[in-house]
């Protein structure tokens, strides 16, 4: 790492005499903080600024140089605990990641007068030990380090779902304003440029920190208690399932969901409705007590119980099952109904890596439970076929095909499903279909998405930047949207790179939508005002799916496969027009996938739908080079 400042170094002898040392006294640096006092301004009695002459340590030095536990022991003295919450006044706490020991000496004894907490961390492969520790506010990062450098460790914590807002900032002298780029494109926040002068140094470390901090309080979690029923908040229980989670605790979860959602609401109205689910809250709470019981969405309750014996979760099951049906729940005045529910847990014991796995099972169990005569049914776990081929996901090398969406009524809209392949050692490629499995499988779904939302977003800022408009149609897991900071994360991405929020298309798969819908219209509402759009993707009929398109806010409707077979079927092309008359009605535009032929194309046509894909259009391939202006269907 070069200078931090050409002052601080000494280049020959007989310079030595004419340069000003960047070391302060104590409390000099803390006159350009916001609560810098009288005290930290002036020096008493005589009302001038501080001046030191005095020169730090070199490294040159090592009489002088401390070790790295004296650097890092200012740091930590004051902190009774690394997990104790951080006050809102507590002093700023900064990691400064920098293998040269007389620079990260400098920078420390800057921030350090300023009144922050600084700690020093000298080798890439103790940086994550070191946040887990020290939970630093902003990380001050070199570029080049041995072993991993500045953006690879960078990258290391944007996966970490605790360090993706935490403010990065390089100190760099490397002047290439590629290099600059690619640093910004790791992770980074921003960079500084070197020589910085320590007022500079401290206002920038400050107001960084000082904006994280207020974005925080911003985002705290909702009281605990929700105010309309008096039960726990879903954000407390979900909190104390992470908590159980964690401790490895016994127990259950369950998910409650009361059935007949959408008839009630047309029958007795959205205020009636609310009094109702209010009701069945209340009643469940009685049923679960002392268990929490929070609500999840419109319709459904969470229910946790940790550290119970799990051969009685059947019996809790049912327990919560009868105490609604027994109940009688007063829609008006003077009309008196029965509400019935289904059941879906699971035991903890399963080893769930994080409450959306958790949730995850007890929603897949709970339409188990709606096909059954009791309405109950317990989470059991997918079992892997030992005949299935397996897949290397870390010998493979992934790659983003392309196929072009085009309008049955001619439009000059760009737009492409992105589509994921991986290619093998022996160069054969594999499709999504095989691919996701493996990676769900594997626990390496989340990394994938992110992986492909990251290149689609460059494709989509370099278009940008060409000029002509250009729309992506992106599949993400549910397991990856379910994350509380993948949306947060895709907000401010799209922000850095100035993309337009409607050239991205998100694409929500049926089969996920229907166990996911509450984790997918969080995530959704999250997006919309950024004016980021969503396709609910193979969609055929039912009241479940057809319910989803008020549930969701979406913009478009991808139908089955199967529909391409519409031409030869006269019962599948009145379905077909039935889908896309509803889907219309909804304000929704309808795509039509797999034609492959003259007269598939003709029966979407026939039937109103708004684009199609497929081979007769264009195969899938690596380019974006469909010619959109001049395609005639």
Known sequence: ??????????????????????TPPAHYWRRWVGDAGAEDVETPGTGEPIEMTATPPTPEDPSTAPSAAAVAAPATADRAAADEPVRADAPYRVLIVEDDRGQALFAQSVL???GMQAEVQMQSDGVLETMRRFRPDLVLMDLHMPGQDGMSLTMLLRQQPEYLHLPIVFLTGDPDPERQFEVLESGADDFLNKPIRPRHLIAAVSNRIQRARQRDQA?????????????????????????SLQRRSRGGLFFVEVNSALSLRERY??????????????????????HPVARLNDNSFLMLA??????TLAALAQQLRDGLAGHDFQARPDEVLKLRGSVGYTALSLGFADAGSA??????????????????????????????????LEDGQFELAYQPIVAVAGNDQAQYQVLLRMRQPDGSLLPASQVIPAAELAGGIAQIDHWVLEH?????AERQAQGPSLRLFVSQSPRSLARESHAQWLLDALRARGIEGTSLVIDLRLADALIHTVTLREFCQQ???????FCLSQFEPGAEADALLTQLPLGFVRVSSKFAGAHADPKLRDQLRSVIDHAHRQGLQVIGQQIEDPQAAAAMWMGGVDFIQGNLVQAVGSELGFDFHNAVL
């Not at 009281?223 to 908590?243: I, K, W």
């Not at 997006?527 to 759009?533: I, K, N, S």
Request: glycine share 4%; net charge negative; charged share 20%.
């Open 112 to 114: 350090h007068g300023a």
């Open 359 to 392: 949730l995850e099972a007890i929603e897949r169990a709970v339409l188990q439970a709606r096909l059954k005569a009791d309405s109950m049914a317990a989470y059991v776990p997918a079992q892997v076929d030992d005949d299935a081929p397996r897949i290397s």
């Open 1 to 22: 790492m070069s200078a931090i400042d050409s002052t601080s170094r000494m280049q020959d002898e007989p310079s030595r005499s004419r340069l000003r040392a960047e």
């Open 219 to 243: 985002s705290a979690p909702r009281p605990a208690v929700n105010t309309e029923t008096g039960l726990p908040t879903r954000t407390f229980v979900l909190q104390q399932l992470t908590d």
């Open 527 to 533: 997006l919309m005002p950024a004016g980021v759009q």
């Open 456 to 460: 689609a977003l460059f494709v989509l």
């Open 269 to 290: 109205g959205y205020a009636v409705f609310e009094h109702l689910m209010n009701q069945a809250a209340r009643q469940l709470a009685a049923s679960a007590s002392p």
């Open 306 to 311: 940790d550290s119970v014996d799990e051969t």
